[in-house]
Nanobody, 114 residues
Framework: QVQVVESGGGLVQPGGSLRLSCAAS????????LAWYRQAPGKERELVAT???????NYVDSVKGRFTISRDNAKKTVYLQVNTLKPEDTAVYYC????????WGQGTQVTVSS
């Protein structure tokens, strides 16, 4: 079973940026569609961005133009560049496949506050 480790979160002021990383173990990383999710306190986990094996990306409307998902198959790592952060982006961020078949990691906390 694939294990993932998310990192790169932190406390930033509104308008700030972070680069989140998710390193995965196991085989077949390069052939699966990957995604970043987030879960804010008291809310359900939501899909934020996806990237296909060929590099095609999609974003939820609330992050379009601010977030960028990318992948490095050789490093088995998926990234999420988060720019122009807003307080409503505060959440724990997770990675998984689009079909959510991997074990969930511990996530990485992003807190946007002045």
């Amino acid at each position: 079973q694939v294990q993932v480790v998310e990192s790169g979160g932190g406390l930033v002021q509104p308008g700030g940026s972070l680069r989140l990383s998710c390193a995965a173990s196991g085989e077949f990383f390069g052939v699966v569609s990957l995604a970043w999710y987030r879960q804010a306190p008291g809310k359900e986990r939501e899909l934020v961005a996806t990237i296909s094996s060929s590099g095609h990306t999609n974003y939820v409307d609330s992050v379009k133009g601010r977030f960028t998902i990318s992948r490095d198959n050789a490093k088995k790592t998926v990234y999420l560049q988060v720019n122009t952060l807003k307080p409503e982006d505060t959440a724990v961020y997770y990675c998984n496949t689009v079909s959510r078949v991997w074990n969930w990691g511990q996530g990485t906390q992003v807190t946007v506050s002045s």
